[in-house]
Each structure stands twice: as C-alpha cells, then as structure tokens.
C-alpha cells in the first residue's frame, strides 16, 4: 500500500467511512443477539475497504446494486445510517418502512438503488441502470456487487455476455472472500479467480488486495473512467475475508488467531499509524466518533414506532 | 370505422408509443411469434433502429436488464415471445420486478411492460404452450392484461406503457389474424375496468383472452337455441372489476368460467371463488369451470383438443348450468 500520493484527509475518511461501517455492524450484532431483528442478519466484517474504496472513485449519481451482504457499500454512499438501522429493527422510519429489512435496502437518493437477497440477481439490474444512463448520454457508471458464490450462476454469466456485447458503462465487483455462504470456493467450482470468467467474454479484469483499500479505490477508478468513456464494461475482483459466519450466530469460517491480521479496518488503521499519517489517538478518537454515531443511531431506530398494519396494503403497485 | 388485424393494431399502438415517449425502448422483436403478420414488427424495428435492442437468447439475463432499465428512467418494453420461456425469466420477474416497487416502499418504481404469447397454438405440446397468467397473478407487484380484440389489445396497451407499474401483457397467438375496429384517433383503456363483450340475461360466462372469442363463437349457437348468454371481459385481472362480475352474476344467477390455465388455481379458479365467495345467494346452479385439464399439454392435435377449453365444451357447461 502506497499512502504517499493520498492526501491526508482522503486518507482519514477511509477510515472514517470504514469505522462507521464497522461500528455499525458491530452493532447491528450485538443488537441481533438481543433479539431485537427479526429474520437472518448477513454480516460483511471485513470487506469495508471494498465499499469505501469503491464509494471513493465513484460519484453521487453513480448507480450501484447491492447483494444479500451490502449494509457497507448503503454506508458507504452515505445512506442514512438512523434509517438504515431502523429498517433492520423493522421499524416504521426504516428506509423501506419496514417492508424491506437488512437484505433488501434501498437508498436511490444516493445511488445504492437497491440491494437483492437473491445471490448474483442484482448484475442484471445494474445491467439495466448502464444501458437507460448510456441511452440518456448521462455519463454515469452502474455497478453491481456481488461475492464469489455469483459466480457459479448463470445470470452471471448472461450478463458479463450482454454488458460486453452492448459495450455497457458497466462494473462488476466481485468481493472473492473465498466462501460462498458457508462452503469454501473449491466447493462450488474449480476457478479460484472468478475475474478469468471476464476474460472469456473479453471484459478488461484486474484482481487486486481486497484489504487494500487503495489499491481497491485505483481499480475502480480506471474501470469508472474506461466505462465514461464509452469503452464498455470491466471487472475488478477484490480478494478480501469475511469475519463473521454467514449469519450471525454461525460462526466464523476462521479461526480467532487469524481474524487480527486479516481485519482490513485494523490494517489500515496500522499502516497510518506507521506511515505518521495518522496519530494513534487520533485514529482512536475516529473509531470513538463512529461508535458514538451508531450508538444514537440505535438508539433512535429501537425508540422509533412498529409499522401500522394498513401500511401492509401500501405500494405493491404505484398508483 | 375502419377494421384493423389483431397483429396490426398491436403494431400501430408500439408505433405511436415510440413516436410519443422516447423514453421507450423496445427489447426483442417476436411480439407476433412466428406468424404470417411478423414482418409488421420488422418494419417498425426499420423505422426506429435506435430503439430497439435484439438480446441473446438469456431471458433472465435480458428481462433483468430491462428491469434496471425501468428503475432508472427507461420504460422498456421487453417481448419473451412464447410464453413458456418466461420461466427462463422467472427469478428476475417474480423476486425483483415485482418486488422492488414494494420492498424499497415506493422510492424505486418499476415501470416496464413484457410480453408473452400464451396458449395452445397447435403443435407447440408441453414447451410451447403455456398460459403462466395464473402463476403471475399469484406474484402481487405487477399488473396483468389479457387482451382479446384489436381495439383492446391498443387501448389496453397505451395504458401499460403510462403507468408506472410492470405489466406483464399477454397475448393468444390465434388472436393475431382476427380483424376489428380500431378508432383512428388516440385512444387507451383504463386498467381494471371489464368489457361486457356481449348482453345476455341466462348464463355469465368470464373468460379472458382468444377464450372471449371462443365464448362468443359458442353463445351464438345457444342463441339459437333459446339461451342467451352474457360474457363478461375483465380485459386486465390485476387490476380485476370484481363489481361487473358480480353484477353480472346477480343478474343471471348462473356462472361458466372459460380459461386456458389449468384446472387447479388457475384464473378460472380464482374467478369461481371470488363469486362463490361473494354472490353465492345469486347462484342458481354451481358453477361450471371449462379450463384446460391438470396435464403437460400434448403434441397430437387430437390429443390437444381434447385437454383445452373448445367450444363444444363451453356449449355443453352453458346447457348445464341451466338444466
């Protein structure tokens, strides 16, 4: 990791923006435990960097689509973390009102059009969002986001065909964190680098240090600038760990001893201290700041009302 | 007035859509199938070559992109052409554009139109003739309309692409030829309000779709006969008009359901509880469902007369209601 051409603020906000995220999982856990969420709540500890550094080398009405796992890239385009946990505790003033919950959030006002439970059911819809942008010459990029376990679908592979066919302003960013919800990769399929699969349909791929946010934030950076200037889609495939089990309550797929050296929060926090770009309570005070955000947030999210039963009947169609 | 084909009704309403909107967008070319007529399709694809997009044979990967496209200011209108290709779709319809509209609660709308060409058309067996109206219905989120002439496949049509809903529209392929009149002047149909396709005062039949003219071709014969029959056509069944169902219902006290879906919880079905349910006191008689029987739909032509909804079939269920 090179910090030398970051300024120092940016390089502060990624950690800011990393220790919300963080922060605010942490919570979501411990508020889980206590039963206050209702349904399987999918954690996404460890791959803050992808959603930061992807947030940082995209602009505001830049579209991405999130996955089953995706409170971090909400976060990270600054949805509001308040709403954003109110809907996870199915409360009235959540984001979707409560018709939605942890898997399907949706923030269009700051371009995280929505997420989708369904594994690998987002890259079309992000496939869409290119082509209406490409077709309304708005210049912007749309990009879907998904895990390892996308890989194996065949709407997968359908839209890595159609995006590279029509050229579309497209990203596909593959958080590779080795574990499709609870089996390892070489479970499910003999490719260990799900960016080869882009080079059979001749979409430009990079692979490249998930924890790394830096090296994530460049990547993206030159798939966004290729895809605004109208030279199709590309690839960029994050390898990056996941904490937490694939639901809270399961555990984790690796070991306590391990977690330390691959927690990309602490990482980065440590490369700063080291590098001087940041002092040690400066960088505590971040953290500090984050959890005291998250702790109103909570707060505000567990006072605020259950959704009335007549709101049942609301929006299914739009009228 | 003057009479215009099925086919080219349909053709004309996408012509003035593209012409008034260009916010439309239109993703595959067989709106018409294989039929004779197809080549209107292709004339219009001539005139507007920016508009249309020819997608590979991957209907998830497609109707997904249409979808997107819909969230984010485009009102595409996606053909699946025959209707059994839709379950290649079935994940993209059923678990995000129905679902989107609802689970974001309204900040995202979905406003796209896809079609399908259902039904049994002769020789198309079991992969190639499917009615999936039912299993959509049983998917809230979208809106459905089952034309049945020319003048309501344009006017049903005009309002599909101005609302923001998803519609899926459905066509019969042996609708396609049929002529009628269509008005020169700009017209469309309101969603959610039936057409009594003809007045009787003995027997309601409800029936959607090529079953409307089925129905019609058999209450002529009865007519003959001394029966006069009364069919109802809810021309959309999301939204449904309950009300002219029941009235109708109320005013015969007898009930014939026509309907390509299957026997077990296909539109017919769901017609014969909504009257059961709520005008049981006006039957005379039980209700009678002609519908297409709970098998794959076979190859043999003697064989798929004998699983579909004919109009032998309707003549003899009319006959028995009144007995």
């Not at chain 2, 009479?3 to 260009?22: F, I, P």
Request: charged letters at 25%; hydrophobic letters at 40%; aromatic letters at 6%.
């Amino acid at each position: 990791m090179t910090t030398s051409e970051v300024s120092r603020d940016d390089l502060r906000s990624f950690l800011e923006s990393m220790w919300l995220i963080r922060a605010f999982e942490e919570k979501a856990a411990e508020i889980y435990a206590r039963g206050k969420i209702n349904g399987l709540l999918h954690l996404g500890m460890g791959l803050e960097g992808v959603a930061s550094g992807a947030a940082s080398a995209m602009r505001r009405d830049d579209y991405v689509f999130g996955g089953h796992r995706a409170h971090a890239h909400a976060i990270a385009r600054g949805a509001d973390i308040t709403s954003m946990m109110a809907e996870l505790a199915g409360r009235s003033t959540g984001l979707c009102g409560g018709k939605g919950g942890t898997m399907h959030l949706s923030a269009p006002d700051v371009g995280f059009v929505t997420a989708t439970g369904v594994v690998a059911g987002n890259i079309p819809l992000a496939l869409g969002a290119a082509l209406s942008a490409r077709e309304a010459g708005r210049e912007q990029v749309s990009a879907a986001v998904f895990g390892d376990g996308a890989g194996q679908a065949g709407v997968f592979h359908e839209s890595l065909n159609i995006a590279s066919l029509w050229k579309l302003p497209m990203l596909f960013i593959c958080e590779n964190n080795g574990y499709a919800e609870f089996s390892p990769l070489s479970d499910h399929t003999l490719v260990e680098r799900l960016s080869e699969y882009a080079k059979t349909y001749g979409v430009p791929r990079v692979t490249v240090d998930g924890n790394d946010v830096l090296a994530v934030r460049d990547a993206i950076a030159e798939a966004v600038q290729r895809a605004r200037a109208g030279k199709g889609p590309s690839f960029v495939e994050c390898l990056t760990h996941r904490l937490r089990g694939h639901y809270e309550g399961k555990k984790s797929e690796y070991e306590r001893s391990e977690i330390d050296s691959k927690d990309v929060v602490r990482i980065f926090e440590r490369k700063l201290i080291e590098s001087g770009d940041i002092l040690r309570d400066e960088a505590t005070e971040i953290a500090r700041l984050a959890r005291e955000r998250v702790e109103q947030a909570a707060k505000a999210a567990l006072d605020a009302p259950w959704p009335q039963a007549d709101q049942v009947t609301t929006q299914v169609l739009s009228t | 007035m003057r009479t215009l084909t099925y086919g080219q009704a349909m053709v004309e309403g996408l012509r003035e859509l593209l012409e008034s909107d260009d916010r439309i967008h239109i993703m595959g070319q067989y709106f018409l199938g294989l039929t004779p007529q197809r080549a209107l399709v292709g004339e219009l694809a001539a005139e507007h070559p920016d508009r249309f997009y020819y997608p590979p044979i991957a209907e998830l990967g497609y109707l997904g992109t249409a979808i997107g496209a819909a969230m984010t200011g485009m009102r595409p209108i996606v053909d699946l052409a025959t209707a059994s290709f839709m379950f290649q779709a079935w994940a993209q319809i059923t678990e995000e554009m129905a679902n989107i509209h609802y689970m974001s609660d309204g900040q995202t709308k979905v406003p796209m139109v896809f079609h399908f060409n259902h039904g049994i058309r002769g020789g198309g067996a079991a992969q190639h003739s499917h009615s999936p109206q039912a299993m959509l219905w049983n998917t809230p989120g979208m809106e459905i309309m089952l034309p049945s002439t020319p003048y309501d496949v344009k006017g049903l049509l005009k309002t599909a692409a101005s609302t923001d809903n998803p519609t899926a529209w459905g066509d019969h392929v042996k609708l396609f030829m049929m002529e009628g009149e269509v008005p020169e002047e700009d017209y469309a149909i309101p969603f959610g309000v039936a057409d009594i396709k003809r007045e009787g005062s003995d027997v309601t039949i409800v029936a959607t779709s090529l079953m409307v003219q089925r129905s019609l071709a058999a209450a002529g014969k009865l007519a003959s006969e001394g029966i006069s029959v009364e069919i109802v056509d809810p021309r959309t069944i999301v939204p449904l008009d309950e009300a002219a169902i029941l009235e109708s219902v109320a005013k015969t006290g007898r009930l014939v359901v026509v309907d390509e879906c299957h026997r077990s919880c296909g539109v017919g079905a769901e017609f014969s509880a909504i009257v059961a349910e709520k005008a049981f006191g006006y039957l005379k008689s039980p209700i009678r469902r002609v519908v297409t029987e709970d098998v794959p739909i076979p190859f043999s032509p003697p064989m798929e007369e004998y699983v579909e909804p004919t109009e032998a079939k309707i003549i003899q269920a009319v006959k028995e209601v009144i007995d």
